[in-house]
């Protein structure tokens, strides 16, 4: 087995939750309310011990000294390999329960294969965070429910988010060619026949929440290639910071 | 990562494992949590295997250490490894620990079935740990660590913390 194309599998699923968990964090003592606040910081937590469990495992396969901080910290821009859809920013909270909730119905199904992994250790990380993940799934569709039947406000601005963030759904399910190999070796989710499932759960809440499924056809894509929109670099300056400023030092 | 089915601790290391608790919620000791996956003497050495709670919960590295020094003190060198399968589960906090967290405050976790339906509020099922009465309504489902969730006893007004069932 070529070494190479698992370490990259393990560091797209484990940008996603980096990335994503940065985002939340970006919340602590900046929430709409007190509850919310420590709701999307309690799930940033979530996302980043899971994104280390990936991180150690990868820093193994690695060798030579790596740790989980080089992989974590280190990297050019190009070389994380999330999904677009994570990085978008907190625009408000509209977006923050759109981006959540559209990622977490994808995380969900995304581990529920993954725990069936040939590899022990992914599948391993699978079962623990799926456990976790379902009460982030709670959350984020109660809120979806909840700004969508809402308020006239409410309403019309999960509405904008919705059609704004859609365009991102679609690269969920793109499979670069180290993904393929990966699949046929029985260690990859075949994210292909995740795609119907997924957006059958999504088109579900939405109509509960007397939200409109968006129409367009057109989807956005390059993040598991590396190519970013222009969001992730300012993250990365955020998120790097003390490593760049103060090489090698520890916490 | 190893995978352990069956908890597996030496009688002799229990007085010493019971001396660390969690840092977060000092009356339960880490037996108790059923974090302790498995504690043997191999050699000159103390293997001890825990599993986390919660994959970003903070505690953990600080139960790592805290093992090592209370080994030390009885004049043994402890190495402690994480494993993550079988993913821990409430089902393994003990009778004892479920007492000393609804004796501290916080109210012990519910089954699944029970659990998911007092936090989608379809019932009210969680005892308040002040006055018992379970007119008590949620007030967040994420509370002051990533294992709790807010709760509010209508009756005696009292705020608390609800151990979130996790299987």
Sequence with gaps: MNNNNLYKY??????????????????????PSLETDIACTNISLDMLGQA??????????KGKNYTEDDIAFLRKEHEYLNVLLVEQP?????????????????????????????????????????KEVSYHYRFSSDWIKR??????????????????????????FHQTEGDKTMINEGIGVDTLKLKEEYYKRVNEILQEATLNVPESKYFQKGGKDGIH?????????DLQYMQRTYPNMQW | MTELL??????????????????????????????????IIEGDEVIVKITPTYS??????VIGDDIITAFKKEGYKAKVELILSPAWTTDWITDNGRKALEDYGIASPLDAQADKEVLLENKKLVK?????STNTRLVSQFGSTACKALFKCDDCQEPFDYFKCLK
């Design chain 2, 6 to 39: 069956e908890q597996h601790i030496d009688k002799k290391l229990i007085p010493i494992l019971n001396q660390v608790s969690d840092p977060e919620i000092p009356v339960l000791t880490i037996l108790d949590m059923g974090v302790v996956r498995s504690a």
């Design chain 2, 56 to 61: 970003g919960c903070p505690a953990m590295d």
């Design chain 1, 90 to 130: 907190n625009t408000d909270f509209a977006y923050i329960i759109t981006r959540q909730f559209l990622f977490d119905v994808y995380h969900l199904l995304f581990l529920n294969s993954l725990k069936n992994s040939n590899d022990l250790t992914l599948s391993a990380i699978a079962n623990k965070s799926i």
């Design chain 2, 128 to 132: 308040c740990t002040n006055c018992g």
């Design chain 1, 10 to 31: 393990i560091l797209g699923i484990a940008d996603n939750t980096l990335i994503l968990g940065q985002r939340l964090g970006e919340l602590c003592g900046h929430g």
């Design chain 1, 52 to 61: 280390r469990n990936y991180f150690q495992y990868a820093a193994k396969l």
């Design chain 1, 147 to 172: 700004l969508g039947d809402g308020t006239e406000e409410s309403h019309q601005r999960i509405q904008k988010a919705i059609d704004d963030l859609w365009t991102y759904t679609d690269e969920l």
């Design chain 1, 229 to 237: 929109t222009e969001h992730l670099g300012f993250l990365l300056a």
